[in-house]
């Protein structure tokens, strides 16, 4: 395809309905970021009464980093295995819905420990789902068009989220997900 062309434009606009649901769940997941960058350090910092300032950086600098170590040891072992028993969304649907109804657990009144346990199960579980997300592009999209709908999630994930930035963001990108019988596009 040329660039600047009247194509580009076209195919642009033009998206299926499983590709519009990739790119809205990019936006959805970076509302969460956003949420997660923040708003959830703020409420981390509101309940811990008493403690001194060092020690919540340094509680807030573990719970993300064994967040981000598990998802790091994780996803490749698990990829392998969802690319070859072709369970892409069976693995994506878990880990989004268990990360998700954490995310919604955060909110209930906790002391500081239990609150960081329920965050870092969370981050697991909403991180890890990006990893099937994006296994998930070869499956909604054709190679013509996939660095087009993969761009187009990339820049609505950050143009979008100011305005849709509250905790029911994912499950309202994820509720137009209708993936449940993705099968490879013919390929052209």
Known sequence: MRAGGSGTIAMALKYTKMERNW???DVGNSALVLLN???VPIYFNAINTGAHPAELVTAWANAQTIASLVVALLMPI???LADYAGNKIKFFTGFFFTG???CLVEAIPM???PFLVVYVLCTIGLNSSMTFYDAMLTDVTTDERMDAVSSSGFAWGYVAPPFRSSPASPLSSAVRVSWGSIRSPARA
């Open 100 to 102: 998700f109804i954490l």
């Open 37 to 39: 960058t923040a708003v």
């Open 111 to 113: 002391s500081a420990l």
């Open 23 to 25: 790119v809205m769940y």
């Open 78 to 80: 698990l990829g392998s």
